[in-house]
Structure formats: structure tokens, C-alpha cells
């Protein structure tokens, strides 16, 4: 049995989560709490296995909570909110850079015809999320990187085009761990497709941006891809590669999967690249990225996953370990060093 606390401030959302966490028999609300400073006083007595915590509290808001909570008795958040002006988006990066696991909008309400979906995707999360070991979280030093890239001595010999990346649920903050931890000389460009509710792109990108040492940006379609910047797949957009280092954005298609799709990126930068592309798959729900990893390494690209022990959900990287599509699974810190030492050896 999952035992759940609810925060929010709206009666009406309170109530609302409450019953769509009633209809599985393995979900219990065991309590609800209409502000921050409550809902950290019943952390403490209570502990529950999950947290579902609003952005906008009164008395004390959801980041001060999270921050006290993952201070003085850690637990699994996931942050729901309906706060999804970009403007705010900012803000909940910062809640999951303070412990949150996810961030997901309120399910919407009863006789929507989206309600079902997106009140099964919150289950989804709420029992997946529920068996993360959750620790207080270190302060890491935002520093210049100590892993230098290359010397006169070891010249870059392998003529490496692009790092991609894929990530989904516990993604944002790995993907800022790894790319803070490589140096800003980078002669690649990076690509991110991170799987993100609509309307957060923006915030997620404005965080980074503060967050890491390379210039970042949401892909345009037509740019061409630039040594050591980062582009990110826009909100409900896939992002490609073609050759020319040219990047492409199309609709998405609703059959393959989650938005956008690690596996379509994947598999054009193994068209586009071959075996220049190092190609590194994190945390998340789902097989997404296994199918375009299989062909990246079947051009003879590099492959990394994340390890089991690091992951909030052990489910791509998995998949694609499974699938035979992997060389390395590696910790985010192991990741780091093992692009730079790559990098930095003789080959």
C-alpha cells in the first residue's frame, strides 16, 4: 500500500486527487494539507511514502517545503501543479533541483476527456516514484569543472560531432549534473530530448541556462547545430539531425511514443553522424531510446546508459540494456568522466 499526503491550497484540487487516487486499491490518502508549513509538520509525524506538492502555497511554498522536508525526514515528492505559465516554470526547476522527483499538471477534472489519461498518468508516477530511497540532497559546487578536455600532449583524435541525450521522469537535474561536469571547449554540439509537460520548456531551459557553462537554447527549425552549445526539443516537437549538422523539428508522431522522442533523435544522429556520436540515455518511464540506440550502435557510435542505483526510474535505460544497444552504465558522475576521458586519450 502507498500511503500519500495531498498539498494544496484549493479544497477543490484536494478533493479532485483524492478521489482519482481512490479508485486504485493500492493508493491511500492518509492525509491532506492546505499549506506548506503543515504539510512539512505532517512529513514528520506521518511519513508517508509520497508527497504530492503544489507550487503556489500560502505560509510557506512548495520550494521552502521541499527544501525542509528533503532536510529533515527525505521522502518521494512529486510536484502537481497547475501553475503552468512559463513564467512560473523557472520556479518548479528549482523545486527539483531542491528534491522533487517529477513535475506534472493537475489531472484534469471529471467529464474532460482527458481526465482518464492524464488521471492514470498520475498513479503511473505515484507508485513508481513511491519506492525511490530518497536522500537529503548535497550541495554541489557550481564551480568550473576540474575534468579538463583536452592538452598539447593528448590532442582530440576521434572527430566527434554530437553528444545526444535523452531523459524522461528524474531527468532535469541529472541532465544539469552531467552537463555542468563537462568542460565549456566542447568541439561537439549537444542535443537533449527530455520528455516535459507542455508549457515547462522555457522555465527548464532559463534554469540551465544558470545552471551549466555552455550556451543553451530550444531548437529552431532549419539552425544549424554549433560546436559546444546545447539545443533542446521544443514543447510537443521531435527534434532530428540531418547531415550538415542541420537540425529539424516535426510533428510529433502520435503512435512513437512519448514527446518528444528520444528514439527518433537517436536514430537520425546515427544516419547523420555514424560512429562520430556519442549517444547517452537516462532515467525515465517506458523503452523510449532503445530502438535509435540499436542503430547508433550498430553505426558504431559510443552508447551510455544510466546505471540502475542512480536512476529515479530504471525503466529506458533498462530497455536499451536489454536490447543489446549499450557500451557503458555508468553513474551521471561516471558519465562526465567518461566523455572527457575519451576525449582525452589517444586512440
Known sequence: MVRVL????????????????????????IA????????????????????????????????????????TCPTPI?????????????????????????VLPIPE???????????KNLIAHIKALSEMKVHQRPKRSMTEPTFSLHSAEDPVLKPYQVLAMGASTGGPLIVRNILHDLP???????????????????GFVDWLSEEINHPIKIAEHGEIAVPGHVYCAPDYMDMELHRGMQLALKKHRTLYGPIPSISRLFA????????????VLLTGM????SEGM?????????????????????GMPKEAVKAGAVDHILSPEEISKKICSLLNSKR
Do not use: W
Not at 517506458?286 to 531510446?289: A, L, R, V
Not at 540499436?294 to 530504471?314: C, D, F, M, W
Open 268 to 279: 537520425s544522429v546515427a544516419d547523420a553522424c555514424g560512429s562520430n556520436a556519442i549517444a
Open 78 to 102: 512529486i510536484v502537481v501543479t497547475g501553475a503552468m505559465d512559463p513564467k512560473d516554470s523557472k520556479g518548479v526547476f528549482n523545486l527539483i533541483s531542491a528534491g522533487a522527483l517529477a
Open 294 to 314: 540499436k542503430r547508433l550502435k550498430k553505426k558504431g557510435a559510443l552508447t551510455i546508459a544510466q546505471n540502475e542505483e542512480s536512476s529515479v526510474i530504471y
Open 286 to 289: 517506458g523503452n523510449d531510446g
Open 6 to 29: 495531498i498539498v494544496d491550497d484549493s479544497p477543490t484540487v484536494r478533493e479532485l486527487l483524492t478521489e482519482i487516487l481512490h479508485r486504485d486499491p493500492e493508493i491511500e490518502v
Open 109 to 119: 477534472g471529471i467529464g474532460n476527456s482527458a481526465h482518464n489519461e492524464s488521471s
Open 184 to 202: 565549456t571547449d566542447l568541439p561537439f554540439s549537444v542535443l537533449l530530448a527530455q520528455h516535459m509537460t507542455r508549457g515547462f520548456m522555457e
Open 32 to 71: 491532506t494539507a492546505d499549506n506548506g508549513s503543515l504539510a512539512v509538520q505532517m512529513v514528520s509525524t506521518l511519513k508517508p511514502d509520497l508527497v504530492t506538492m503544489d507550487l503556489a502555497l500560502p505560509r510557506m511554498n512548495g520550494l521552502e517545503a521541499i527544501r525542509s522536508i528533503m532536510d
